[in-house]
Antibody, heavy 115, light 112 residues
């Protein structure tokens, strides 16, 4: 069974940095496509980034150059390094096991960017 | 980017009655491998989304058979054949045929 637990959310200042993480169990992160999806308070879902099983990555235009997705295979964990944070990055961030469909979701970690 | 448009945005329904949600993409969702990666997700208040339907019409594990997906190309429909109280929440269509992945705006299903 796919089990995902996000962590690392909190309050950051505009221009600041934060790293959020997602611990996986029940499958290998290294062998899967893994995405980050975010949801601003009261809003819909927005895809952020993916890391492919081969290690390649892809980003939404809104975060390209600021966010970096990577994984630690030894700890079966996915990370999202977020730099140059903006107020509009405030959201609940979910990690998702995908591969043509988004079948496994974590509970999310809340990142708030505010002065 | 592929734009996903859902209608209606709000749907009041009577328990036991059917409900349908439409999703339209601004370009074909047929992928280079021949599959159409159109999914439907359901999100209850305070909960993460959960997958209901993938590849247009395949029910995910544990999804009741009152949920049916249909469509092709750019037009898709989610039908709840009879609505139960636990079905309230927001439904999203999404495409995973191309990057960036994109979602519809969401349709709020509520009980009359």
């Amino acid at each position: 069974e796919v089990f995902l637990v996000e962590s690392g959310g909190g309050l950051s200042r505009p221009g600041g940095s934060r790293r959020i993480s997602c611990a996986a169990s029940g499958f290998n992160v290294s062998g899967s496509y893994m995405s980050w999806v975010r949801q601003a308070p009261g809003k819909g879902l927005e895809w952020v980034s993916v890391i492919f099983s081969g290690g390649g990555t892809y980003y939404a235009e809104r975060v390209k150059g600021r966010f970096t997705i990577f994984r630690d295979n030894s700890k079966n964990t996915l990370h999202l390094q977020m730099n140059s944070l903006r107020v509009e990055d405030t959201a609940l961030y979910y990690c998702v096991k995908e591969g043509g469909y988004f079948g496994g979701w974590g509970q999310g970690t809340l990142v708030t960017v505010s002065a | 980017d592929i734009v996903m448009t859902q209608t209606p945005l709000s749907s009041p329904v009577t328990l036991g009655q059917p409900a349908s949600i439409s999703c339209r993409s601004n370009q074909s969702l047929v992928s280079t491998d021949g599959n159409t990666y159109l999914s439907w997700l359901h999100q209850r208040p305070g909960q993460p989304p959960r997958l209901l339907i993938y590849k247009i019409s395949k029910r995910f594990s544990g999804v009741p058979d009152r949920f049916t997906g249909s469509g092709a190309g750019t037009d898709f429909t989610l039908t709840v054949n009879w609505v139960e109280a636990e079905d309230v929440g927001v439904y999203y269509c999404m495409q995973a045929s191309q990057f960036p992945r994109t979602f519809g705006q969401g349709t709020k299903l509520e009980i009359k």
